[in-house]
């Protein structure tokens, strides 16, 4: 099998390992037996039919993606009565926004490439000398992480929407839109690092013309990586104002996403107005929300009920 | 939106049909992924039935006893270097679940011919 079509048997294979995770041995080795045996032959498929190794990726992902919702009700279905988990619905939000902190970190990243005409040379040189191990991995995991994001606003929207419909809706948009975003960010950067080895075998005009390519599919990265990171942000200030309004957390923990918000709104409109800004302005405004976010997960998940009930004054009305 | 009791979904009377077709092509059974390219050249669809989708289905015809399987011989898969395939059939039950879709399909048409014949 060729490197892609590797991570597209991860992809298949560690989506059923993870869906079956629980379940009894035999029943377990039996669907990840039946997936393994599935996608070796559509590989065989695609290379008797001669096919680039590409589109037997996104063939085999997306009929992992499209069957995510048969595979858990499979789930439920296997357990069926015998099912009686009762966690606390403060502790599911609260392990989920902590997730959330995680998949934050790992979605942006991505970024950081120097897409500046001097320097991108030796990204593309350095990008090429990693081995197709770490490419494989590094695409893997940003896979992972672009489903665990959409699979989070889905499991937030479930959760919350009995508090309020519009403001988890909202929430779980912005989450489940970045996680889309992860994905085709994940995408663009496999691209790139092909063009990179492309890069450092090709000399003259053609090295040129490459370079210019993969500068190109770099900025896309970068913005599609930003696209994400904002909507991450946005998401986590909805998610501070719905958590508020319900007292789930203290009422004074509002005042962190609030100076956040405030922090990244006046960099924009100092920097749009013409000022030179510090960089580290806009990233502690970023990080005050990671703040909230780690503060309220950890509340939620550990903080005892009683000091919930003392902090709440009562639930409000949902929107 | 629950189904009849009894009744089968379009995948699962897609499946049974699949997989008659292949019993008169002469394979008697068949593994999942031929299956899913059976029905994706039988509905002239692009993509191939989702994973979960597919193994869902089958399982639900197995259970009711429309379908039945097993794994094969590992010697032989080991002989071809390739994983083992769960081997599907479809049953006695199956074929005659398949005729009776096909037999309630062609019912409207019936009761049309015989209220025009009574007009």
């Known amino acids: ?319 | 939106m629950r189904r009849k009791a009894g009744a089968l979904l379009s995948i699962e009377i897609g499946i049974l049909q699949a997989g008659i077709a292949l019993l008169r092509g002469s394979d008697a059974e068949f593994h999942g992924y031929a299956m899913a390219r059976e029905i994706r050249d039988q509905e002239g669809a692009r993509s191939l039935t989702a994973h979960g989708t597919l193994y869902r289905a089958l399982e639900r015809l197995e259970v009711r006893g429309l379908l039945a399987s097993r794994w094969e011989d590992p010697e032989i898969a080991a002989a071809e270097e390739r994983p083992r395939r769960r081997m599907y059939r479809v049953t006695a039950e199956g074929e005659a679940a398949v005729q009776a879709v096909a037999e309630s399909a062609q019912e409207p048409a019936k009761a049309l011919k015989r209220g025009l014949a009574a007009s």
């Open chain 1, 1 to 319: 099998m060729s490197g892609i079509a590797v991570v597209a048997s991860r992809v298949a294979c560690g989506w059923a390992a993870a869906y079956t995770l629980g379940l009894a041995t035999q029943v377990r080795e039996a669907r990840c037996a039946e997936i393994a045996s599935d996608v070796w032959e559509h590989h065989r498929d695609i290379v008797t039919e001669e096919r680039h190794g590409w589109g037997f990726f996104g063939s085999v992902f997306s009929r992992v993606v499209r069957g995510v919702p048969a595979d858990l009700l499979w789930r439920v279905n296997m357990e069926g009565p015998k099912v009686d988990i009762k966690i606390p619905f403060e502790r599911i939000v609260g392990g989920l926004l902590l997730a959330m902190v995680v998949l934050l970190m790992i979605t942006t990243s991505i970024s950081g490439y120097d897409t500046a005409r001097e320097g991108f040379d030796g990204e593309l040189r350095r990008l090429a000398d990693l081995g197709n191990t770490a490419h494989n991995f590094n695409a893997f995991f940003r896979a992972v992480t672009g489903v665990a994001l959409i699979a989070a606003g889905a499991a937030l929207y479930t959760n919350l929407k009995d508090r309020s419909p519009l403001l988890s809706g909202i929430a779980a948009f912005g989450i489940a839109a970045a996680g889309v975003l992860a994905l085709i960010a994940g995408a663009l950067q496999l691209v790139f690092v092909e063009l990179a080895k492309e890069y450092v075998a090709s000399s003259g005009a053609h090295q040129e013309q490459v370079l210019v390519t993969a500068r190109g599919f770099a900025v896309a990265t970068e913005n599609t990586v930003a696209a994400a990171f904002i909507a991450l942000v946005l998401s986590t200030y909805v998610l501070a104002i719905l958590a508020g309004r319900e007292a789930l957390v203290p009422r004074w923990l509002i005042g962190i996403p609030v100076m956040s918000a405030a922090i990244i709104g006046g960099s924009l409109i100092a920097q749009a107005a013409g000022a030179d800004l510090e960089w580290w302005i806009l990233i502690s405004g970023l990080f005050m929300s990671a703040i909230w976010l780690v503060i309220a997960g950890l509340w939620l998940l550990f903080a005892a009920r009683e000091d919930r009930i003392a902090a709440a004054p009562g639930p409000a009305a949902a929107l």
